[in-house]
Every structure is written in structure tokens, then in C-alpha cells.
């Protein structure tokens, strides 16, 4: 039986909730794919997350991880193609930091890609009715930062293990008045498509040759 690990980070920027960690905490226990699921809460700071995360793939020992952030402003599930070397915060994280153009890893490579079935959990979820896409850009803030960090933990010390990021839109409870404009999409959706991304990364190791590529 693998064992995969999902993490999800704690509210930031002063909101109550953070739409991946209601949906990651849901996943506790469940056996996608017949695969054995851990869930565990990060800090939305520069440098701990990293560390947390660290810990949590000592303790757990998993055969695949995936670290889950919430994007407000998006409309789909997007599984992040490519971590790039550098943070650039435009907002303070939870302690208060706002790094501005400083390399996650000084000496690392400028990116690394995902090890994770980024088109066929796409393809499986969208054949579940819900919306998702590849995405090319995970920001550069925290959630880039610990997606970089996961991947150059694998690529330096945890070769055989596979990961990558996968970035969720806000819930309705989420929008506030005079923000409805912006998409959401309700958790019980999240949720399944979670369910669905670890059951596709647990299936898949060699990813489907799909379209998703972007024009701009």
C-alpha cells in the first residue's frame, strides 16, 4: 500500500479560513486508490514550511506528497507544472516577513518540475464535472516557496519519492461583499478533486501526453 502525504497550509492575510486546509484536513484517512492518506497543517511563513514539512515526510515516511495552497481569484483545481528559485512576497506571510526577490535555495537550480501526473489528474477530474487546468506559474509567494522546497528535499535527499503542488480556488463563504465577482467553488468539489488528484498520482507515474498548455 503507498502512502501519500497532503498538506495544506493555515489561514493568511488575515482571513478565518483557508479553503486547502478545510479540504486537505477532510482527506484524513481515506484510502484513494487504495492508498493510505496522512494530512498535516503548515504554517504560511517563509523558511518553517519548509522545515514543517521536512519533519512531516520524516515522520510519515510517504511515497508521494502533495503540498495544497488556495489562489484566490482562480476558478479551477490547478496542479502546478514548474517551482521556480525565488521569493518575491507581495504581501507579509503569517510572521510578518516579505522577502523580496531572494533565492529559496541560494546555489539551487532556477526550477524544478513537478514529479506528479499533473494532465491526468486534470483529466480524471475534470471527467468528474469539476474544473481544472495545468498551471504554469505558482506565484512567488509561499506556496511557490514550499512547492521549490518539497522539490529540492526530493531531488537531494528523497529520490524515490514523487510530489508536487496543487493550487484550489476559495470557497463562496470566502467572498466577501463586494468581492462576489471573483470565482469560488464549493469545498464538497475541492474535496472530490483532491480525492481524485491523490488517486491519479497513485495510478499514474508516467503522465499522460495531453493538451494544457497556455498561450499567454
Known amino acids: 500500500m503507498q502512502r501519500v502525504l497532503v498538506t495544506g497550509f493555515e489561514p493568511f492575510g488575515g482571513e478565518k479560513m483557508n479553503a486547502a ?37 520524516r515522520e510519515t515516511q510517504p511515497d508521494i506528497v502533495i503540498c495544497v495552497g488556495q489562489a484566490a481569484g482562480r476558478k479551477e483545481i490547478t496542479p502546478e507544472r514548474v517551482a521556480i528559485n525565488i521569493d518575491d512576497a507581495r504581501i507579509p506571510d503569517n510572521d510578518g516577513a516579505s522577502p523580496i526577490d531572494k533565492p529559496i ?7 524544478y518540475w513537478s514529479t506528479l501526473p499533473i494532465k ?5 477530474i475534470r471527467q468528474a464535472g469539476i474544473a481544472a487546468a495545468v498551471s504554469n506559474s505558482a506565484g512567488t509567494f509561499v506556496c511557490n516557496h514550499l512547492f521549490y522546497g518539497l522539490a529540492h528535499l526530493i531531488a537531494t535527499e528523497y529520490p524515490q519519492k514523487r510530489g508536487g503542488f496543487i493550487h484550489v480556488p476559495v470557497t463562496p463563504e470566502q467572498l466577501v461583499e463586494g468581492c462576489t465577482e471573483l470565482p ?3 469545498l464538497d468539489h475541492i474535496i472530490r478533486g483532491l480525492e481524485l488528484a491523490v488517486a491519479a498520482s497513485v495510478r499514474v507515474e508516467r503522465d499522460i501526453e495531453e493538451e494544457g498548455g497556455q498561450i499567454h
Open 120 to 124: 491526468a489528474i486534470v483529466r480524471d
Open 184 to 186: 469560488g467553488m464549493t
Open 105 to 111: 535555495i541560494p546555489g539551487g537550480p532556477a526550477a
Open 21 to 57: 486546509w478545510e479540504a486537505v484536513r477532510r482527506l484524513a484517512g481515506t484510502k484513494p486508490a487504495g492508498a493510505e492518506v496522512a494530512v498535516v497543517q503548515l504554517p504560511t511563513v517563509f523558511g518553517r514550511s519548509i522545515d514543517a514539512l521536512r519533519e512531516a515526510v
